[in-house]
């Protein structure tokens, strides 16, 4: 029986998102911009998924629009606050362990349009210190941007703290928050965030790729990266993508209602997880905030590549992930900024587990951990 552990890289989409998309596929087909019913029957689908994420983000409707995904919402939500935002201002404060979505626009900006970028590094244990971006904010930022739940160990960050600094004292400042691995695992509330725009993931969340949202505050100016036919309020042009959006509202409505019974489920997976492990002494737990998901656990074994460990394991048929899916085997960047030495970086292995995810499964997984360490330490 095969164990899917990697839920941080995608989820099983759920039987409404797949029925959601198969519907708007063969019936409800229209062009939501078309003037008759079967365009007006895709609007209201959308219509209906956005009060979806927006009941979930506690949220107005309103201030929800599609995409194709996080990493566009990451894109647009920093290229677009830069734009209207960073004419005179030019610094942007930021966490050094953001997924690349967010850290590589940053980046751009830093090297090709002059901005000064003030990367935060977390402690050891994957936490970033609400002080040291309280010293980094200054009257010339005109960007904080912090993830939520961080997709490669797992650590939440103090993002209500940050952020409810910097609107006090900087209003004019935007505050954007990856929320990715955060949307519907732990509670989350748009304003009590204060940030100014969040974003998520449909595949993430039981839904199908290819699809993302992000919630922009009330007054928030973001500059659209695509245009044409202004879809999605001018900030997204492009013929919407029906079944997806109705497949990502359908996940939310089906699975947000059971948010805080996975939760608890989670938890006693995790813990049930990091007791098995802390048996075998070729083990160190990399996941050691204080405030940490239960979804997600980064481990390494010492002595045995992250891909090795990881190809023996496939061929048991467990899945895991070295680090992050999207980072395919490169060094970790959230490891290093952590100060992990490059021995136990280049040894990591992330499990993200998923709702379903069962004891057994997690037994199937540590006896195939420690005959990987058995077969693979002797070959060395
Ligand atoms: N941010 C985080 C924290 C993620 O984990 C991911 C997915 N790996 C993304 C952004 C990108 O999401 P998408 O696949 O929807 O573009």
Redesign the pocket.
């Known amino acids: 029986m095969a164990v899917y552990l990697d839920n ?2 995608t989820t099983r989409p759920c039987e409404p998102a797949v029925s959601a998309v198969f519907q708007n596929m063969v019936e409800d087909y229209g062009n939501p911009s078309s003037l008759h019913a079967v365009g007006l029957k895709a609007e209201q689908n959308i219509t209906e998924a956005r009060k979806a994420i927006a009941a979930a983000l506690v949220c107005d409707p309103q201030c929800v629009t599609f995409t194709s ?4 919402c ?1 894109n647009t939500a920093i290229f677009g606050a830069a734009k209207n935002y960073g004419k005179r201002k030019k610094k942007i404060v930021v966490s050094a362990i953001e ?1 690349p ?1 967010v850290a590589e626009p940053i980046k751009y900006l830093e090297e090709k349009e002059g901005f000064e970028v003030v990367r935060i590094k977390p402690s050891r244990n994957g936490e970033i210190a609400v002080e040291d971006f309280i010293d980094a904010v200054d009257d010339n930022t005109c960007l904080v941007s912090c ?1 939520l739940v961080n ?1 490669e160990t797992g650590s939440i960050q103090p993002v209500r703290k940050i952020f409810s600094y910097v609107k006090r004292n900087f209003p004019e400042c935007i505050t954007h928050c ?1 929320a ?2 955060g949307f519907m695992k732990i509670p989350m509330k748009s304003a009590e965030l204060f940030a100014d725009i969040i974003v998520v ?1 449909g ?2 969340v039981h839904a199908v ?1 290819g699809v ?1 949202a992000m919630y922009i505050r009330k007054g928030i100016r973001v500059a659209p990266l695509i245009m044409g036919g202004g879809q999605e309020k001018n900030l997204r042009s492009g013929t919407e993508s029906v079944p997806l959006i109705a497949g990502f509202g359908a996940a939310v409505r089906a699975l947000m209602p059971t948010m805080s019974v996975a939760h608890s489920n989670a938890e006693e997976i995790s813990e049930y997880l990091l007791k098995k492990l802390a048996k075998l002494e070729y083990i160190t737990v990399n996941s050691t905030a204080e405030n940490k998901s239960p979804y997600i656990t980064n481990f390494s074994v010492k002595g045995i590549r992250s891909e090795i460990m990881l190809h023996f394991l496939e061929s048991k048929e467990v899945y895991v992930s070295s680090g ?3 980072s395919k085997g490169a060094h970790s960047s959230v490891l290093t900024a952590m100060g992990i030495p490059d021995k136990l970086a280049d040894s990591a292995i992330r499990v993200s587990i998923g709702r379903t995810t069962t004891k057994g499964e997690i037994d199937v997984l540590v006896n195939a951990i420690q005959e990987g360490y058995q077969t693979l330490a002797k070959t060395k």
């Open positions: 941080a890289a995904g996080a990493t566009e990451n997924h979505s993830m997709n990856d990715v691995q993931s595949h993430k790729k993302g992050s899916a999207c």
